[in-house]
Nanobody
């Protein structure tokens, strides 16, 4: 069983910053990817940023240069720093974990945390 607990969402004015965190517990693979996806009202969920245990990162084009993702491999916690926030960043942000092993992979999701950016 895997549990993802998100924190750090809230309301911020445009141009401001927020830090999110997501802690994973349970059966975590030694090789995995963690990160964030987001879903705005009326839109499909989209990737924001991910980072692997090998520190390989992937950012959506819309957040490159503004968001920074990092992680603690021992604690299995991911720490995205979101700077220069824009109103279009408003969404529910979902923590994501992909367990990987030789045979395959399995994905897990947190329940989401609301980020609202005022104009």
């Amino acid at each position: 069983q895997v549990q993802l607990v998100e924190s750090g969402g809230g309301l911020v004015q445009a141009g401001g910053s927020l830090s999110l965190s997501c802690a994973a517990s349970g059966s975590i693979s030694s090789h995995n990817a963690m990160g964030w996806h987001r879903q705005a009202p009326g839109k499909q969920r989209e990737l924001v940023a991910t980072i692997t245990t090998d520190s390989s990162v992937d950012y959506a084009d819309s957040v490159k240069g503004r968001f920074t993702i990092s992680r603690d491999n021992v604690e299995n916690t991911v720490y995205p720093q979101m700077n220069s926030l824009k109103p279009e960043d408003t969404a529910v942000y979902y923590c994501y974990l992909r367990n990987t092993w030789f045979l395959g992979e399995k994905d897990y999701w947190g329940q989401g945390t609301q980020v609202t950016v005022s104009s």
